[in-house]
């Protein structure tokens, strides 16, 4: 695949965008706040980084991908649609009992899901999993998470780090979703995870700290992941919940709801907008 690169990685994670919150809408529910947060380093992962083969999904030398905050399916199977894992189309079937596009990644029943996620805390032991196995095997397949930073809070992902970083797993990169809200509110008041750096240094973890809507700082950054040997590393990517729909941006309360016709019609009409910009400049 050719790699994407400045305003068509920004092209691709507008319409990621659009289909996320089509399917929600369309589904009646679903987490839009942090498919839209997202939806840039997703883009990034899986347009300019990842080794992946749409035509041969369980390919054994491709990259492998858990979402370990897998309610934000939506930009996942947006992402995995416009790679060409499947037709566009059938997100209208999101949540269906027609379908096998669940609320949470499945890895039995859709093209290019690595790891069936939802229970928060566990998708980053089965990334480190996955990357000690290749270590094992010498495979040089590289494996990649994306952690939302309220799932922080979750005792498994620090019993994961310290074995990612016992066991030197520098072919293992995770992203933290830092849009800094959660489904109650303030990450910072429900269960405070800062410094976020400090402790995954003290774990012996690689640290970076980018803007996650920057592609140029996210595609550093996953450069330097590559480039760093002996550690894992974790990418604190500070992003917006609800990036892209002005009513949604930083607001808790779109954490896991649909919107209704009339607000579904205001972020068409912005999204929508972003593209058009994005396709005639």
């Avoid at 347009?47 to 083969?53: A, K």
């Avoid at 949540?95 to 069936?116: L, Q, W």
């Avoid at 750096?197 to 996953?222: M, P, T, Y």
Wanted: a negative charge; aromatic letters at 8%.
């Amino acid at each position: 695949m050719e790699k994407l690169s400045g305003k068509d990685l920004r092209l691709t994670a507008a319409k990621v965008r659009l289909l996320a919150v089509d399917a929600v809408y369309t589904a009646a529910s679903g987490h839009p706040g942090g498919s839209l947060s997202c939806a840039d380093i997703l883009t990034a992962l899986y347009f300019n980084e990842m080794n992946v083969d749409p035509a041969q999904p369980k390919w054994s030398g491709r990259d492998r991908f858990v979402l370990s905050k897998g309610h934000c399916s939506p930009a996942l199977y947006a992402v995995l649609a416009l790679r060409g894992f499947f037709p566009a189309e059938e997100l209208k079937l999101f949540r269906s009992i027609k379908a096998h596009f669940s609320g949470h990644p499945d890895m039995k029943n859709v093209a290019g899901v690595d790891m069936s996620t939802g229970s928060l805390g566990q998708g980053l032991s089965t990334a480190v999993g996955m990357a000690m196995a290749a270590k094992l095997r010498g495979q040089s397949h590289r494996c990649y998470a994306l952690c939302g930073d309220g799932e922080l809070a979750e005792g498994q992902i620090w019993e994961a780090a310290m074995a990612a970083a016992k066991w030197h797993l520098d072919n293992l990169c995770v992203f933290v979703d830092v849009n800094g809200l959660q489904i109650d509110g303030r990450t910072a008041d429900v269960m405070p995870t800062e410094p976020l750096d400090r402790k995954f240094e003290a774990f012996n973890w690689n640290v970076l700290k980018i803007d996650g809507h920057d592609f140029d700082q996210i595609l550093s950054a996953l450069q330097a992941a590559r480039e760093c040997q002996g550690k894992p590393t974790v990418i604190l990517a500070a992003t917006v919940k609800g990036k892209g729909v002005s009513f949604m941006e930083n607001q808790a309360g779109w954490h896991g709801k649909a919107p209704n016709a009339e607000q579904y019609a205001i972020a068409r009409a912005e999204l929508e907008a972003a593209i058009k910009e994005l396709e005639e400049n």
